[in-house]
């Protein structure tokens, strides 16, 4: 039993092995056998025994005209071996039109010459299919259109057909205006590592079911490649765009696919003198391992256009697509090189480690990129038009209606060293989500004295924006001010998430950041910005309907010394909510916040919304240094505000002073919180103007505070005014209010309500140094005022003392509580208790 087994399983084996044989057989026959055989039109074909040579003459020529027509029955051509055109009438030929009709495939191993027809034009046409062979070669002077097509349509609307008939006595000298498919699925076109190329300034094309390339080189220098696939009846057209389908019309696959190895990467490649374009049209789309390049070689020369068009998807695996920035060893080093541009249209986008690069070189200007799709997703995309030396970058633009995700991708749009005044190229996503994880997004620029060109905008609108460790951002870096950074512009109809990324811009001018969305959240050191090095930052504009700010999330402003910022404005229709600290790489905590921080004037901060609530050590601060500009301004407009558990409002604009103005329709609560104003230089501090509609609750060790720490300088070193408003209830528990000054007057405290309590707090407008000083003012006007165990202090130690004037129908103190306006060497000062109402 065991012995007629073996003896089946090696009969088996057998079978299978002569059943390979012949697929062996044919592989290697395809590149040793040559057959071309006339099928009519009075194509000759002649062939010397021994002779590589199969000589082609006769033809048909309607009229003595330049349309030349052949017909094979076969059309193969084997290695080492030639199929030669000859002219053997002497006419001017422009289009040598061939079909091949015995069904066969035509296998391209060897050489097709044309050169005896110079400048003509080579169709060749196989419903049957075409392959071309590693060792196949085009020796043509004109362009070379290889197609599975079932006719060729001529401008005068006859046909070439592929079959013989009756319309062959019909044929013309009108030029080639289509390809035609007649068949339901229309046969492959195939390139297996041939090095196929054409002449300066003339087009290769392959039009046909699915095209494939494997390991090969397409080369048309400074002329055109069409790579064309068509899954169904229709026709391709001859334009001056390159070659389209019929809208209607189905279309197959294009497959490139280049060796793992860099020499056996699939190349089309279209560069000479000025670029030419490379135009692929097909259904589905594969591209792995594959570099297409256009690019100039020859001084204020343009490349060629890169058009990428699939009806269901296209996809890419380390893929370069570049028409601009050549590495040339050129007589002239500046010479001015334009990118052509690139153009990617399709339902579905799937890319990994995809280049497409447009950039200029020197005088010369990039190229646009303009991608149109369903769906894009992409990893290691890199994407760049730039413009070198007095060239500019162009326009990126990626529109999609569905979502967008890259990663670990970097979108640039960036303009070299002196622009010489170019426009700055603008970068564009429109897409229904969009999200960026490990992203950059930028628009940059370097410029010298001589230039004051800036960066180009960047402008979002989309569904949604997700932001995961990315950036999106412009700036300038130039010698001479004021140079504009590019602006920002985000608009999502549902949210914004910036998670451990930024939007920035930076500049001598600093763009300005503008942001439109529902819900807007900034985390882990997510954060909006603007600076500038050499004018003023650009301002910051949000209008959502909520607004989080958490683990260090943050808006800012920055300048440095003797610079501006800008202006934060922020319109939340529902909330804003700004809580905890965040953590950076390198230890250091930084609380959830807004902030301005200027060398010189820093700009202000205004914040509109029915509920704020900043918590857990968040804040929002003004920092600038002596200006004799106006005074930056915090100021809130808002419904609620709750200030919890080590949050805190400051002003710290040591120049002109600059206020903090809160306007609350019912609530302010200040729990473990602070608002401050400060000033050590030589002018007042802030002031604080609370008002409330209903009440104002400062407690558990909060602080209000307008002080000045600056040294004594008679009438210059005055702590500012504070004013407490409420429509009902002012209660302060265990906190201060102070007004204070170390070297000039003390402030005015007001707090004015219907009813006003203190426990365990304390008001103060004291000083503490020299002789010409007062303390300062504390008023005190409701219908109802409580004091217990709280001081209300204007004291003064070298001058006089201050002003409490308190206002009340009823007003209670007990025993702990304290009021003073003593003075410990002048005179003093005045206490005045009255009833009103």
């Given at each position: 039993?065991?012995?007629r ?8 084996m ?31 074909v002649?062939?010397?025994?021994g ?25 193969s ?15 001017a ?36 299919g075409?392959l ?7 020796n ?6 290889v ?20 319309q ?28 196929l ?14 095209v494939r ?22 026709e ?10 019929a809208?209607?019309t ?18 089309l490649?279209t560069s ?9 049209r ?8 594959a ?6 070689k ?55 480690n ?16 303009a991608?149109n ?31 967008v ?16 005044g170019q ?19 930028s628009?940059?620029?370097v ?29 300038t870096?130039?010698l ?18 910036i998670d ?18 529902p ?9 909006i ?10 301002d ?50 930084l ?6 921080f200027?060398?010189a004037?820093?700009?202000?901060i205004?914040l ?12 929002v ?7 004799d ?13 709750d ?10 604009s ?28 030589n ?36 702590a ?5 408003r ?31 309590a ?9 000083v ?5 000083t ?19 202090l204007s004291?003064?130690?070298e ?8 206002r ?10 304290v009021?003073?306006?003593s003075?410990?060497s ?12």
């Amino acid at each position: 039993m065991d012995k007629r087994s073996s003896i089946e399983r090696s009969v088996w084996m057998l079978r299978i092995i002569l059943g390979l044989l012949p697929l062996v057989w044919v592989s290697v026959s395809l590149g040793q056998t040559t057959s071309i055989t006339s099928s009519g039109l009075n194509t000759q074909v002649s062939h010397g025994a021994g002779q590589p040579n199969y000589d082609i003459t006769g033809g048909t020529r309607p009229d003595n005209g330049t349309n030349l027509f052949h017909s094979f029955g076969d059309f193969s051509v084997g290695t080492d071996q030639a199929a030669r055109f000859l002219n053997d009438s002497g006419l001017a030929t422009s289009n040598i039109l061939s079909r091949v009709t015995g069904g066969h495939v035509s296998n391209i191993f060897g050489e097709i010459n044309t050169t005896n027809f110079p400048g003509a034009n080579l169709y060749l046409i196989n419903p049957a299919g075409v392959l071309f062979g590693p060792t196949a070669t085009l020796n043509v002077s004109g362009s070379v259109h290889v197609s599975t097509a079932d006719y060729l349509r001529l401008a005068d609307g006859l046909r070439f057909n592929a079959i013989p008939g009756p319309q062959d006595t019909l044929l013309s000298q009108a030029p080639v205006v289509a390809f035609g498919f007649l068949q339901a699925h229309p046969r492959p076109i195939t390139v297996q590592g041939s090095q196929l190329s054409v002449a300066e300034g003339k087009g290769l094309s392959l039009v046909g079911g699915d095209v494939r390339i494997t390991k090969g080189t397409l080369t048309a220098p400074g002329g055109q490649v069409n790579l064309v696939s068509l899954a169904g009846r229709g026709e391709a057209r001859v334009s001056p765009e390159g070659i389209t389908i019929a809208g209607w019309t189905s279309r197959g696959q294009i497959v490139i696919k280049g060796g793992t190895e860099p020499e056996n990467v699939a190349r089309l490649d279209t560069s000479g003198a000025a670029g030419g374009a490379i135009v692929l049209r097909g259904g589905k789309l594969s591209l792995v391992r594959a570099e297409f390049t256009t690019q100039a070689k020859v001084d204020n020369q343009t490349g060629g256009t890169i058009v990428v068009e699939a009806t269901k998807s296209a996809t890419f695996d380390t893929v370069g697509l570049r028409t601009g920035e050549s590495n040339l060893d050129l007589s002239d080093p500046r010479a001015s090189l334009n990118g052509g541009t690139v153009s990617l249209t399709a339902p579905t986008v799937r890319a990994a480690n995809l280049t497409i690069d447009t950039s200029g070189n020197w005088d010369g200007l990039a190229g646009d990129v303009a991608i149109n799709v369903q769906t894009l997703s992409a990893s290691n995309l890199n994407l760049s038009n730039s413009g070198s030396h007095s060239s500019a970058s162009a326009n990126i633009s990626i529109q999609a209606s569905g979502p967008v995700t890259l990663r670990n991708s970097g979108i640039g749009s960036n303009e070299g060293f002196d622009s010489g005044g170019q426009n700055p190229g603008h970068i564009t996503v429109r897409a229904a989500t969009l999200m960026l994880e490990r992203t950059r997004m930028s628009s940059f620029s370097v410029l010298d004295s001589g230039s004051d060109a800036g960066a180009g905008d960047i402008a979002i609108d989309v569904g949604r924006l997700t932001m995961l460790r990315s950036s999106i951002r412009t700036e300038t870096v130039t010698l001479r001010f004021p140079t504009q950074a590019g602006n920002i512009g985000v608009s999502a109809r549902d949210a914004i998430l910036i998670d451990g990324s930024r939007i920035a811009t930076f500049g001598n001018l600093g763009g300005s950041i503008t942001l439109s969305t529902p819900h807007l959240t900034l985390n882990h050191l997510g954060s909006i910005s603007t600076g500038s090095d050499g004018a003023r930052a650009g301002d910051v504009s949000v209008n959502v309907r909520t607004l989080n700010m958490l683990n260090g999330g943050r808006i800012t402003g920055d300048a440095d010394a003797g610079n501006l910022t800008g202006n934060i404005n922020i319109v939340a229709s529902q909330s804003i909510s700004i809580a905890g600290v965040g953590v950076d790489n390198l230890g250091n905590q930084l609380p959830s916040g807004i902030s301005m921080f200027s060398g010189a004037r820093a700009g202000s901060i205004h914040l509109v919304t029915p509920t704020m609530r900043l918590a857990d050590g968040a804040t929002v601060r003004v920092i600038g240094r002596p200006s004799d500009q106006a005074p930056s301004d915090i100021v809130l407009d808002v419904g609620r505000l709750d200030i919890l558990r080590g949050a805190r409002i400051e002003n710290s604009s040591f120049g002109i002073n600059g206020s903090v103005v809160i306007n609350a329709a019912k609530s302010i609560t200040l729990d473990h919180g602070t608002i401050k104003t400060v000033s050590d230089g030589n002018v007042p501090a802030g002031n604080v103007h609370l008002h409330a509609g209903k009440s104002i609750l400062i407690r558990n060790g909060s602080l209000i505070s307008a002080d000045n720490t600056g040294p004594y300088i008679a009438d210059m070193n005055n702590a500012g005014n504070i004013a407490i408003r409420a429509g009902k209830n002012v209660v302060i528990r265990d906190s201060t209010v102070s007004a204070k000054s170390q070297g000039g007057n003390g402030g005015t405290i007001l707090v004015d309500a219907k009813y006003v309590a203190l426990r365990n707090s304390q008001l103060t407008t004291s000083v503490s140094r020299g002789p010409d000083t007062v303390g300062g003012r504390i008023v005190v006007d409701a219908k109802h005022v409580t004091l217990r165990n709280s001081q209300l202090l204007s004291t003064a130690t070298e001058g006089d003392g201050g002003t409490i004037h308190i206002r009340s129908r009823a007003f209670h103190k007990d025993a702990t509580s304290v009021i003073d306006v003593s003075s410990e060497s002048g005179t003093d000062g005045t206490v005045t208790i009255e009833s009103r109402y």
